[in-house]
């Protein structure tokens, strides 16, 4: 099975910050990188796609990057909408597997 | 608008049985991918199972696999797992989520159901 480690796994930053969250994977899944989004009590929200595709209607601030097993999601600059946990995903291989999520609290 | 709701999760004893339903709507059914995802409480994703367009293929996570089944009825535009011999690991929300194209993104997710095992 693949696993995907994210760090940080706790997140504190204040509204205009530029933060970026980090994907490790345990072997090569080329581009196969999918980061989501979840508030509390709301289902995941797709962001971004195979590693750096924005999907329509998410923000410009986010942005993806990466190949390989080290893959990284940047927020720009942080709006309260924001704030929330953050979940990447490898479609390489079954099983499908998910990083432990990154939270991300207001400072 | 596509949208997709869950049904059918509740409070069961360990190695009982309980069936989960997903209605969709807004898009065709019969043409994409679908998977079940879970998430324990305070926890976080794990994708438990996926079935591919017209029912011949199935994919599960080991921990299931026996023991839950997916399927769907294209013609009554749902989908379904069929969960038995349920443990109290397998308590959690489990979400009915749609793939993008052929490839394991998730475009769209329901609202998600609980599940809890526990006597």
């Known amino acids: 099975d693949i696993q995907l480690t994210q760090s940080p796994s706790f997140l504190s930053a204040s509204v205009g910050d530029r933060v970026t969250i980090t994907c490790r994977a345990s072997?090569?899944?080329?581009?196969?990188l999918t980061w989501y989004q979840q508030t509390p009590g709301k289902a995941p929200k797709l962001l971004v796609y195979?590693?750096?595709t924005l999907q329509s209607g998410v923000p410009s601030r986010f942005s993806g990057s990466g190949s390989g097993t080290e893959f990284t999601l940047t927020i720009s600059s942080l709006q309260p909408e924001d704030f929330a946990t953050y979940y990447c995903?490898?479609?390489?291989?079954?099983?499908?597997?998910f990083g432990q999520g990154t939270r991300l609290e207001i400072k | 608008e596509v949208q997709l709701v869950e049904s059918g999760g509740g409070l069961v004893q360990p190695g009982g049985s309980l069936r989960l339903s997903c209605a969709a709507s807004?898009?065709?059914?019969?043409?994409?991918?679908m998977s079940w995802v879970r998430q324990a409480p305070g926890k976080g994703l794990e994708w438990v199972a996926s079935?591919?367009?017209?029912?011949?293929?199935?994919h599960y996570v080991d921990s299931v696999r026996g023991r839950f089944t997916i399927s769907r009825d294209n013609t009554k535009k749902s989908l379904y797992l069929q969960m038995n011999s349920l443990r109290g690991e397998d308590t959690a929300v489990y979400y009915c989520?749609?793939?993008?194209?052929?490839?394991?993104?998730?475009?769209?997710w329901g609202q998600g159901t609980l599940v809890t095992v526990s006597s």
């Open positions: 072997q090569g899944i080329s581009n196969a």
């Open positions: 989520a749609r793939l993008y194209e052929t490839r394991t993104i998730y475009d769209y």
């Open positions: 195979d590693a750096s």
């Open positions: 079935i591919n367009p017209d029912g011949s293929a199935e």
């Open positions: 995903q490898q479609r390489n291989s079954y099983p499908i597997t």
């Open positions: 807004g898009f065709t059914l019969s043409s994409k991918w």
